[in-house]
């Protein structure tokens, strides 16, 4: 994850060299995340051949969205080809740490 401070917070995932997607004009797809604390959606767009990018408005929800990310779940790329499921493993400190310093630019 990236942070363009006070503008968005980008989420890549990147698939190993096996997937091949389409990248027609930036295709739209949608990301579902569900974690033991939560799910929720967003919009992203697949970049390359192998890689898919959500921007995230720099705000309190996506924090908290982030958040859940970090405590692990699944997550769900909804593409043609269809994707395999992407399991989510708990963050550790770096996690943690990263989560601080967004919220150190919101407030």
């Known amino acids: 994850m990236v942070v363009n401070r006070g503008s968005t917070i980008a989420i890549q995932i ?9 990248t027609i004009g930036g295709l739209h797809v949608s990301l ?9 959606g967003a919009g992203g767009a697949i970049v390359s051949r192998n890689r898919v990018v959500a921007l995230l408005p720099l705000n309190d929800l996506s924090v908290a969205r982030v958040l859940l990310l970090l405590g692990g779940g699944s997550l769900n790329v909804a593409a043609q080809p269809s994707l395999p499921m992407l399991r989510v493993i708990p963050s550790d400190m770096e996690g943690q740490k990263w989560f601080a310093c967004v919220q150190r630019m919101l407030v």
């Open 14 to 22: 990147v698939f190993d060299r096996s997937v091949s997607l389409p």
């Open 32 to 40: 579902w995340f569900t974690g033991t604390a939560g799910s929720w």
